[in-house]
């Protein structure tokens, strides 16, 4: 039986920095942190909205979106929105 192939993550990580531009890890940088901060504020505002702890959040298998108003549909929205056009960007700049 063959060993499968070793992977090696920092030789990784210096392929991926090497082979793309600053610009466009900015903005894969900047279209991560929008998706993630973004989010985890929507999330923890919204159960601030209906009363509970804002880390309720981070109980495994608590998605609030049942319990969501219009105003934080379009928070979502605009967030996925904006986070795709940023990764867009980064894949066409050269």
Do not use: C
């Not at 392929?15 to 894969?28: C, D, G, M, P, Y």
């Not at 009363?51 to 105003?71: H, I, M, Q, V």
């Not at 929105?81 to 066409?92: D, E, M, P, R, V």
Request: aromatic fraction near 14%; proline fraction near 4%; charged fraction near 15%.
């Amino acid at each position: 039986m063959d060993k499968p192939a070793h992977v090696d993550p920092a030789g990784f990580l210096e392929k991926i920095f090497q082979a793309n531009s600053t610009e466009t890890l900015v903005l894969v940088g900047l279209g991560m942190a929008v998706w993630l901060i973004g989010g985890n504020l929507l999330v923890a505002r919204h159960y601030r909205r209906m009363g509970k702890s804002a880390w309720s959040g981070l109980k495994p298998f608590a998605f609030p979106f049942k319990d969501f108003n219009s105003r934080e549909w379009i928070v979502l929205v605009a967030l996925a929105i904006t986070s795709l056009l940023l990764f867009g960007f980064a894949i066409g700049w050269r």
